[in-house]
């Protein structure tokens, strides 16, 4: 008995309870991170398509957060909160739970060991689970750029004013149909995919290499932090200019077509967008509320990873417990 008891305490995670782990961890997370989220928002939509001399409602991130602290309160700053943590779930919930065993099979498919961190099969992967939970969530996501980019006292951009999640879902159906709910789903996939693909690969990566030179230990929450840290710079620089491009499509006006069909005034796709917001505002105008991007990326980076693995070892360590109390 005591011979086979190693075996039983080594069992790996099933992808359903590694979803779970990440949506509980990415819901912790996003608390703390919303608010830049909803600065970040503001910022990009702020002198849309307009050459300079346009007028600036906000100067900085942190003129975001005053102004709308002092104009709308503890309400303003969480604005589209609720679906927030729908998406979350979906999103990081796929990114967290799927990564691993895309990745181990696109090693097998290869003809490589399951366990052997290939940086090519690692972005792939990434990659691959990002663009599957930004599938999922699209329709969360969409209502979330849209409520808080909704300022009653400063507005910037097309306004959209929905009561909540539900109220959104519903507006946007009758009015859009269910076309409408997976609308700007091409620049999701982007977005998602661009920051997936570096996320978890320089997570583990770091990780990697501080436990293999001995310069931190496994399993020790600085470790987490470290690598979580630089994971949230990397994914910052690579997924900026798509999540501007995602905000804009989101939140653009829509017209109903010779066809019936609703459509975006401004943009067609994102590449449309990233070249149409080149043209009129630079490469700045992609680059619009980096700084609020990285106060959101940053720490949600850091405690969605960090909560993520610490959840992951809680629970293991409790679901060993019960395989030894069976035993």
Not at 89 to 117: C, D
Not at 164 to 173: K, P, R, V
Not at 273 to 284: H, I, Y
Request: net charge positive.
């Amino acid at each position: 008995m005591s011979s086979q008891q190693p075996r039983r305490n080594v069992r790996p995670l099933s992808t359903a309870e590694g979803f779970v782990c990440g949506g509980i961890a990415a819901c912790i997370a996003v608390t703390v991170s919303n608010p830049a989220e909803v600065a970040k928002t503001r910022l990009q939509l702020q002198g849309e398509l307009a050459k300079d001399g346009a007028v600036k409602v906000y100067r900085n991130a942190l003129d975001v957060f005053a102004k709308t602290y002092k104009n709308e309160g503890i309400r303003g700053m969480q604005r589209g909160l609720g679906p927030a943590y729908t998406y979350q779930i979906l999103l990081n919930g796929s990114r967290l739970g799927f990564y691993e065993p895309f990745r181990q099979n696109f090693n097998k498919f290869i003809g490589r060991p399951a366990e052997e961190q290939i940086p090519i099969t690692s972005v792939i992967a990434g990659a691959t689970s990002g663009a599957v939970g930004a599938s999922l969530g699209n329709p969360l996501f969409l209502i979330k750029a849209r409520m808080q980019a909704y300022s009653p006292a400063l507005p910037v951009g097309a306004q959209h004013y929905y009561k909540n999640g539900f109220d959104a879902l519903a507006t946007i159906y009758r009015a859009e149909g269910a076309r409408g709910l997976v609308r700007g789903i091409d620049a999701a996939i982007l977005r998602t995919s661009m920051g997936s693909s570096v996320q978890l690969p320089s997570y583990n990566f770091t990780k990697n290499q501080l436990i293999k030179h001995d310069i931190m230990p496994a399993n020790s929450t600085w470790t987490f932090l470290v690598s979580s840290t630089i994971s949230g710079m990397c994914v910052c620089v690579a997924m900026q200019p798509a999540d501007t491009a995602l905000t804009r499509m989101y939140n653009q006006p829509t017209i109903r077509g010779p066809d019936g069909r609703s459509k975006g005034t401004l943009y067609k796709n994102p590449i449309d967008c990233l070249w149409k917001t080149f043209k009129a505002e630079g490469v700045r105008g992609w680059y619009k509320g980096s700084t609020a991007h990285f106060m959101r990326i940053a720490p949600h980076t850091i405690i969605t990873l960090t909560a993520n693995d610490l959840i992951i070892n809680l629970y293991m360590k409790a679901k060993n417990c019960g395989l030894e109390d069976d035993s």
